[in-house]
């Protein structure tokens, strides 16, 4: 592929990154696509070789978009319970932030693809897990530092922190309820208070 | 329409709402459906006028199988927080208990929706602005029946409590995690925890 042919693949991504926020995987069609990106089809077909190709490499370019605006940034701040709180919220409507048009793709996709099969959802799941992987580590440095209680069980920290980045996901672009940010933080400093250590409640 | 008519009518709602569950709205589309009811096109709309019109209809559908399968056994239960406990248990994993292939179309619909406009998101809003209704009623009558805390500020219980309905969603049919259940008891009892009135917590 030349550097023509770079580009335009580039330009797909990019538009096509867009419409996924929108619409959802099942949104993303090779006619869909064709017109947001203003090519053919059979264009596309020169640069992907399915649509599942497609979704795909949609998905690889949001989580490098989402580690350049989301991660990266965050992993500035001090090691334990000041990280965490940063990449919590630059995750809390993270695609905004980052200057795309929807929502996040991936929780769509954890409930666009729950009774599906195949590699779409594979590289979903894989996602998914980095993801929980990642807070999960933070978590665990949070309490190793003295942050976090030492008989914090990190993977229902993690598992109750999902539950309030979907319910803010859901607020705030679906009900579209200007108290979201509001609601979301209230959630995370209550599950913060629950599980800080003595020493940290007393500093 | 007469009584054959009635029947059939029946019959593609509850094809229609399995296919719903498993898809979510955007594959519940007329060849779809008419698959699943194994009818032709032509024949579903002598029953319906627009795709739209049978997904509202769906909805519909799926509410009152909610309501008879979550809503009124709870509704049995004691007043105040045992009452409030006993929509939450029926409401974890809904479609299941109640026979549903997939999951639930709501909690879908607000991610798939979030960026729509029109008759179909405008419907999944009033189930879901009922829905949240509900269960702030229920929370404002455990409060005044002394169960939870009298400062408790119910939106928010409200709010967090459909982070663990979604959380519980997304652990059990998208990762298909054994301890989903064990999670979001565990999540649901901590926020129970610190929302008890003194009086409660000393019985």
């Known amino acids: 592929m ?11 991504l990019h538009e096509g990154l867009d419409l996924l926020t929108e619409t959802g995987l099942s949104g993303v069609t090779l006619g869909a696509l064709a017109q ?6 059979s264009g596309l077909f020169a640069h992907f070789s399915s649509i599942e190709e497609v979704q795909i490499e949609l998905l690889d370019h949001m989580a490098e978009v989402s580690a350049a605006k989301v991660v990266r940034p965050a992993m500035l701040a001090a090691a334990g319970l000041p990280r ?6 630059n995750w809390l409507g993270w695609t905004t932030k980052a200057g795309l048009r929807g929502g996040c793709p991936v929780a769509a996709a954890l409930f666009e693809l ?9 590289k979903v ?8 992987g990642l807070l999960t580590q933070l978590t665990r440095q949070a309490v190793e530092l003295g942050h976090l209680r030492a008989d914090l069980d ?3 920290f993690v598992w109750e922190l999902c539950g309030i980045y979907l ?13 979201s940010e509001k609601r979301a933080q209230a959630a995370f400093a209550a599950m913060l208070d629950r599980s800080r250590s003595s020493e940290e409640e007393n500093r």
Chains 1, 2 share one sequence.
Do not use: C
């Open 154 to 156: 990190a993977s229902q």
């Open 114 to 122: 729950d009774d599906a099969e195949g590699p779409v959802r594979a």
């Open 84 to 89: 965490l709180k940063a990449l919590v919220n």
């Open 2 to 12: 030349g550097l023509q042919g770079a580009a335009t693949r580039e330009r797909i």
């Open 36 to 41: 947001h990106a203003a090519m053919s089809k």
């Open 167 to 179: 319910s803010h996901h859901v607020s705030r672009r679906f009900l579209r309820d200007p108290r």
């Open 125 to 132: 799941l894989a996602m998914e897990a980095y993801w929980r």
